[in-house]
């Protein structure tokens, strides 16, 4: 359990560096951001108390937030995606005893299971931050073609995560 704990608050640091460091400055097209601090919300094991997944999606939002100069966006994102991760989740796995302590990830959902959760949680974030960010539909266009090309950037990076540490998981079995 405390593995676990230090493991994710590593994750955490780590996630949020890259993220301030090299993707908030990995623009495609200046279009597309890769939003790859949302995967540790994504992998969240799926028993986690809602409560606990917003507070530490609000925490992890507010660190992006502090380091991208954007107050507020992100934690805000950030903490909806916490809240809906569970039903999300339950629409690609069923609900069933045996995979509620597991992370969500390839090896405990099969890839295409995982790509669609990861997808959809990908889409919400983008579309939610893109939005709010806009807040307004006045270039309806350039908002679709940011949240799409924004969704894929980020879910490539993300599967790239999830086959990066599942075979390191293979190796250690």
Known sequence: MTKTILNFALLFVILVIAQAVIFNNLILFN??????????????????????????????????????????????????????RRPIYHLYVPRDEESAGQRPGIKAMGWTSFLKYALSMTLIYCICVYTLEAFSFFDIKRLLLRICASTIFTLIFIYAFDSLSLNRREKKL
């Not at 094991?45 to 917003?54: L, Q």
Request: charged share 5%; aromatic share 12%.
């Open 31 to 84: 279009t597309a951001i890769a939003f790859v601090f949302i995967y540790l919300i994504i992998i969240l094991p799926i028993n986690t108390a809602t409560n606990t997944a917003m507070t530490i999606g609000f925490l992890l939002g507010l660190s992006i937030d502090i380091f991208s100069d954007t107050p507020g966006l992100n934690a805000l994102t950030c903490t909806i995606i916490s809240f809906v």
